[in-house]
């Protein structure tokens, strides 16, 4: 897992890089009571994917939200106790801030009486710091946080310990989570020792919390069991190391499929029968579907913000609207008016903050230089300004889209998706290699080549024997000895005829070219 860090005085900030594998503070602090003692139960659950001063996130909002119905329908929580926080809520009370999701925690802490249980749920950016002493203290990250602030976990664990509620289990679903076992540190370091507690943990220390389609691949998992997958013994009722064990082998299996090893952690009592939900039946959780507007009513609703200047909030509308449901049938709508938006946004010489940046010509700059303290490339730099030569003039204002692009393959549809600051810009059919050799995983863009030799061969062949080449006119390295490249036969996209590489066709992989920056992009190919 990539990390990166920054000194600060006497304290080091270590934030894990959430584009390469998810780093949740879902934190789920749950009171698992038996049923002869079941008091009333209060839960603050909360999600956040787009932060105002962090990365965007996926799927932390889905969990929340998920987990919220979760607790109403399954596990015995009265609707009313249930508040749910999320960064797309139109209720400002309900926009979990700072100081409304410390207020809300503290509010159930002190509602709770004894046989009470109370629940929190956030899905977001964790964060830990390094003091003098070396000790590890973990931060939950709410809305209006970044990096250098947040909830200090500390405090969590004082708000529920002072509370009457008898007791309360804490779940990570957090890269390296397992580093707050037995006092090692993390986003969990110091929490062990308060009475009532337990904890459930997505990985152990030295492993990442993953992500799939719709949710953390742990918090899925821990759905499945909450929804009766975990009533190993058919009594209907799912007690916490019923659950741990329905974690264990989910994650085994996941673990072998994925070639990714990530194990959950128990600690605490495990002797004592605390029954955190009822099943009527031995099934999975299915998530409720959510209805979409139209093809016809999402590009209206863009329309009209157009319509008052706000382009860039139109973009994510739509694109938001194909990525939540890629396959819709009216998506062809919806991915011709972004391609348009797009264009326009990304790819004219016209400036859309926050999304591009002005960049002044200073005494001896150049394309290249440019170009590497914005992480762009001098191809882009060129199509975006509309520049016919690399003669710059002091004072000369160019706009810049710092950052590459990011792509997202899905091997399933022969889809390949390209993806800016989370924002669906282009969308192209793609061939695979033989037998599913196309490897799976999230990958950095490495060296980029035009009209790539052939080495596979000896002699080497050259990009222009169309014949034999089958490298096409570009060449983007994924991993190793593989990469996106172009093609001279049209008819292999769409089929799986490759020796492991992306194919594309040869107008569509000089499009890509362009905007992908090594080192920076990030490629993620899913199954």
Same mark, same amino acid.
């Given at each position: ?23 949740? +503070? ?467 996209? +769409? ?33």
């Amino acid at each position: 897992m990539a990390r990166r860090r920054k000194r600060q005085g006497a304290e080091s900030t270590e934030v894990l890089n959430m584009r390469q594998a998810r780093f949740l +503070g879902a934190a789920l602090v749950v009171a698992l009571v038996s049923p002869a003692t079941a008091g009333q139960r209060y839960a603050v659950v909360i999600g956040i994917d787009k932060y105002e001063g962090m990365g965007e996130l996926k799927t932390c909002r889905a969990d929340a939200k998920a987990m919220a119905e979760v607790l109403r329908e399954r596990a015995g929580f009265d609707r009313d106790f249930v508040i749910l926080m999320t960064d797309d809520a139109t209720d400002e009370k309900d926009r979990p801030t700072l100081l409304r999701i410390e207020r809300s925690i503290r509010l159930h802490a002190e509602l709770a009486r004894p046989g009470d249980t109370i629940l929190v749920f956030f899905s977001g950016h964790g964060v830990t710091r390094k003091n003098e002493a070396g000790e590890e203290r973990g931060y939950l990250v709410p809305l209006d946080g970044d990096e250098r602030s947040g909830i200090p976990l500390d405090k969590v664990k004082s708000i529920m310990a002072a509370s009457k509620a008898d007791s309360k289990l804490l779940v990570l679903d957090a890269c390296h989570a397992g580093k707050g076992v037995k006092g090692v540190g993390g986003i969990a370091g110091g929490l062990a020792e308060a009475a009532g507690f337990m904890m459930l943990l997505s990985c152990e220390a030295d492993q990442t919390s993953n992500e799939e389609e719709g949710h953390g691949v742990f918090t899925r998992r821990l759905l499945d069991g909450l929804a009766g997958a975990a009533d190993a013994d058919g009594d209907k009722a799912i007690t916490q190391t019923e659950l741990f064990d329905c974690l264990q082998t989910a994650m085994a299996r996941w673990s072998a499929q994925s070639r990714k090893l990530q194990k959950p952690v128990f600690f605490g009592d495990a002797k004592a029968r605390f029954v955190l939900a009822r099943a009527e039946s031995r099934t999975t959780y299915t998530p409720k579907p959510v209805p979409t507007p139209s093809g016809d009513a999402t590009v209206r609703e863009a329309e009209a913000a157009v319509a008052a200047g706000k382009q860039v909030d139109a973009l994510k509308l739509l694109s938001d609207a194909i990525l939540q449901n890629p396959k819709s049938t009216e998506g062809d709508k919806i991915k011709a008016r972004i391609t348009k938006l797009s264009d326009e946004i990304f790819f004219s010489d016209q400036p859309y903050s926050p999304l591009s940046v002005a960049d002044e010509v200073v005494a001896g700059d150049s394309l290249a230089k440019m170009a590497q303290r914005n992480k762009t490339t001098v191809e882009l730099i060129r199509r975006i300004n509309g520049l016919k030569s690399d003669v710059l003039r002091v004072g000369q204002s160019l706009k810049i889209i710092p950052g590459g692009f990011d792509v997202r393959v899905d091997k399933r549809d022969f889809r390949l998706t390209v993806i800016k600051n989370g924002i669906w810009v282009r969308e192209f059919k793609i061939g695979l290699g033989t037998s599913g050799t196309t490897p799976i995983g999230e990958f950095v863009a490495g060296h980029k080549l035009r009209d790539p030799v052939y080495t596979g061969e000896y002699p080497h062949i050259p990009s222009t024997d169309k014949r034999r080449n089958p490298l096409g006119t570009r060449w983007i390295t994924i991993a190793e000895q593989y990469g996106i490249h172009g093609t001279w036969e049209p008819d292999a996209i +769409g089929k799986e005829t490759a020796k492991g590489c992306i194919r594309m066709q040869n107008v569509d992989v000089e499009w890509l070219f362009d905007l992908i920056v090594p080192g920076d992009s990030k490629i993620t190919i899913k199954p």
